[in-house]
């Protein structure tokens, strides 16, 4: 019995605190809480912007309930350039008027929405990538200018002298359908170097028999989306000795078969080029690994390599005495991406901001929004509730 009234007892708080949700939640959507409010973009497209269109867009906003607009300046062409002095005063009528309307502002964090950038971002400031030249040369004096001209001095990393080790190259010549690669001595193959798109497989020809080594993918890149979109695409396999090779089918761009090692997809490997949509795939960055040369007197010892980088002059002038043999100098770098916010007004539109800098990042808030902030009243102030990064 005792336990016949303990469980009616809590069906009945049960049924009570039941109801009381119920009313909660009803009364819950018909004056939703402030948190509960929705959110909005709000695009100001082609610079076509007024005061009075301004405050008919917050006041509908305020009418339907929404607590706080993202602010987007997309494209231009428009009456009023952005960062003139009227879209400053634009600017501060809507933080003026949203403020008078309870609603708050968050601008997007550069013009367009995508990303971070800028017409005050200097090339040094922006996103950039590791580049590097190769200078062959003989033992003995050398000096050239290194540096890519317009690149300042802060932009330079490293310079090596690396020895040259002997090595075979062939450059594939058409016959009928396949490309072949012949030389007068059996060499060991280890590396396929690809001047542009192929879809292949390349086969040593030996006693009379193709031996398949490699299915060749060489996609290439898109001026869209990659850094080096033209650059090359390595293969490296395990090596295989032989005087005479084919590529099947052969493709219409140049292809250099090698005995010395080469780092697998190497651009991909950098980033040099990447996946052509906005939706990559687990396996589109998981790229193979270089394969080990059974030989290691064919790759160079790090022993051997000079490091020449306190002999680089201010002018970007390599001055230096080489030991005997064959050398490659290889000069590193910095450049930027030439990556660009988007899609923004053309006076607000520049390089990418270096996200990995402290320093760059300060400097790009500081010019995309430093004056607003001074200008602004505490009233106005009182609507801004912070910055939006998008995609």
């Not at 709000?42 to 008919?56: A, P, Q, R, S, V």
């Not at 502002?105 to 996103?127: C, D, H, R, T, V």
């Not at 394969?291 to 390599?318: F, M, W």
Request: charged share 25%; with cysteine.
């Amino acid at each position: 019995m005792r336990t016949k009234r303990i469980s009616i007892t809590l069906l009945s708080l049960l049924m009570a605190f039941s109801n009381l949700f119920a009313a909660d939640l009803d009364e819950g959507f018909r004056n939703p809480p402030e948190e509960t409010k929705p959110w909005c973009y709000w695009y100001w497209l082609n610079n076509d912007i007024t005061k009075e269109g301004i405050t008919k867009d917050l006041e509908a906003m305020a009418t339907v309930g929404i607590k706080r607009a993202i602010i987007g300046n997309i494209e231009g062409g428009g009456p009023v350039k952005m960062f003139s002095a009227e879209w400053y005063d634009v600017t501060r009528h809507a933080f003026r008027e949203a403020n008078r309307l309870s609603i708050g502002l968050m601008p997007f964090n550069a013009p367009g929405w995508s990303q971070s950038g800028g017409p005050w971002i200097k090339p040094e400031q922006s996103m950039r990538r590791v580049s590097w030249n190769e200078f062959p040369t003989r033992g003995g004096a050398f000096s050239r200018k290194l540096r890519p001209a317009g690149l300042p001095a802060s932009q330079d990393i490293a310079v090596l002298a690396v020895p040259r080790l002997d090595s075979v190259s062939v450059v594939g010549s058409k016959r009928d359908k396949s490309l072949h690669f012949s030389h007068a001595k059996p060499f060991a193959a280890r590396a396929l170097v690809v001047h542009g798109k192929a879809v292949a497989r390349l086969y040593a020809l030996q006693d009379g028999k193709r031996k398949l080594i490699a299915d060749i993918q060489a996609v290439g890149g898109s001026a869209k989306t990659d850094f080096l979109p033209n650059g090359i695409e390595t293969f490296s396999f395990k090596e295989v000795t032989a005087r005479e090779f084919e590529l099947v089918p052969a493709p219409d761009c140049q292809v250099v078969l090698t005995s010395e090692p080469r780092v697998a997809q190497v651009i991909e490997k950098q980033m040099g080029r990447v996946h052509p949509t906005p939706s990559p795939t687990w396996e589109s960055y998981i790229f193979p690994d270089t394969v080990e040369p059974d030989d290691p007197s064919t790759v160079v010892a790090k022993k051997n390599i000079i490091d020449l980088t306190d002999r680089l002059n201010a002018d970007g002038t390599l001055s230096c005495t080489l030991p005997q043999g064959d050398w490659t100098i290889i000069n590193f770098g910095m450049v930027t991406t030439g990556r660009k916010n988007n899609p923004a007004p053309p006076e607000g539109t520049g390089l990418e901001c270096d996200k990995m800098s402290k320093t760059h990042i300060e400097h790009h808030f500081n010019s995309a929004f430093g004056k607003l902030l001074e200008d602004l009243t505490p009233a106005e102030k009182a609507a801004f509730k912070g910055i939006t990064i998008d995609s």
